[in-house]
């Protein structure tokens, strides 16, 4: 196996990639909020509606392929600061992966627990995320789906993160011909704040988004692209 040390994506970020579910990754259809301990709105982006993160702090350790079976677990201290308080635990935060990859399928599922407060708030209930997804590959076509659940998130919209619930799903296909390739991908997501500011509910998110791009390949290394994504 491999360990490693330092600047590494979490195992659950890991799994999430295996599962073959981002399309066109870092353009306006990328499924992802990117680096996020914020608990950000989905509302900021209408297709990247699931978690993902990037550890500063990394001590990961990933198994050996066994006939297409792969795992990744990983302890994360130090990373994050209390509200008036520091990090200093050898497990902060922690998470795990499992990953299958052979005869045109591909699956994953990841878990990561953060002891994050939220906003305004100590010793809040740890940030918990579970995702899991797959794709199929047949000829020239890929199709696949991915689902994510979170508890106790962070936001902007509470003054602490206990018992606020988020959940997303997509649903992604790819027909490749030649070096060309069109991608489709659908995402929905709900947050539920256990209450907002004002003291109601109101500040409930819902989001629907799609996204349509088309790519040429030069190269390994080089690629043109057009993408659209539309959300609300």
Same mark, same amino acid.
């Given at each position: +196996?491999?360990?490693?040390?330092?600047?590494?994506?979490?195992?659950?970020?890991?799994?999430?990639? #295996?599962?073959?579910?981002? $399309?066109?990754?870092?353009?306006?259809?990328?499924?992802?909020?990117?680096?996020?301990?914020?608990?950000?709105?989905?509302?900021?982006?209408?297709?990247?509606?699931?978690?993902? /993160? $990037?550890?500063?702090?990394?001590?990961?350790?990933?198994?050996?392929?066994?006939?297409?079976?792969?795992?990744?677990?990983?302890?994360?201290?130090?990373?994050?600061?209390?509200?008036? +308080?520091?990090?200093?635990?050898?497990?902060?935060?922690?998470?795990?992966?499992?990953?299958?990859?052979?005869?045109?399928?591909? #699956? !994953?599922?990841? /878990? @990561?627990? /953060?002891?994050?407060?939220? &906003?305004?708030?100590?010793?809040?209930?740890? *940030?918990?995320?579970?995702?899991?997804?797959?794709?199929?590959?047949?000829?020239?076509?890929?199709? +696949?789906? #991915?689902?994510?659940? +979170?508890?106790?998130?962070?936001?902007? /919209?509470?003054?602490?993160?206990?018992?606020?619930?988020? *959940?997303?799903?997509?649903?992604?296909?790819?027909?490749?011909?030649?070096?060309?390739?069109?991608?489709?991908?659908?995402?929905? !997501?709900? $947050?539920? &704040?256990? !209450?907002?500011?004002?003291?109601?509910?109101?500040?409930?998110?819902?989001?629907?988004? *799609?996204?349509?791009?088309?790519?040429?390949?030069? @190269?390994?290394?080089?690629?043109?692209?057009?993408?659209?994504? !539309?959300?609300?």
């Amino acid at each position: +196996g491999t360990f490693l040390v330092g600047r590494h994506d979490t195992p659950a970020k890991m799994a999430f990639y #295996a599962s073959g579910n981002e $399309r066109l990754g870092d353009s306006v259809i990328d499924l992802n909020l990117g680096n996020n301990l914020n608990g950000t709105s989905a509302k900021n982006a209408p297709i990247g509606v699931f978690h993902e /993160y $990037r550890a500063d702090n990394a001590i990961a350790y990933v198994t050996p392929n066994f006939s297409g079976f792969t795992a990744a677990v990983a302890i994360i201290p130090g990373e994050d600061s209390d509200v008036g +308080g520091s990090r200093d635990g050898i497990a902060d935060h922690y998470s795990v992966g499992a990953m299958y990859k052979g005869n045109g399928l591909k #699956a !994953s599922v990841g /878990y @990561s627990s /953060y002891d994050l407060d939220g &906003p305004g708030a100590t010793n809040a209930d740890d *940030w918990e995320v579970v995702n899991v997804g797959a794709s199929y590959t047949f000829n020239n076509f890929s199709i +696949g789906a #991915a689902y994510e659940d +979170g508890s106790n998130i962070p936001s902007q /919209y509470t003054t602490g993160n206990k018992d606020n619930d988020y *959940w997303a799903a997509a649903a992604t296909g790819k027909y490749t011909f030649g070096n060309n390739a069109i991608s489709a991908v659908y995402t929905h !997501s709900e $947050r539920e &704040p256990d !209450s907002c500011n004002n003291g109601s509910n109101s500040c409930d998110t819902e989001l629907d988004g *799609w996204g349509l791009a088309a790519e040429h390949n030069f @190269s390994k290394r080089t690629k043109v692209y057009a993408a659209y994504a !539309s959300g609300e």
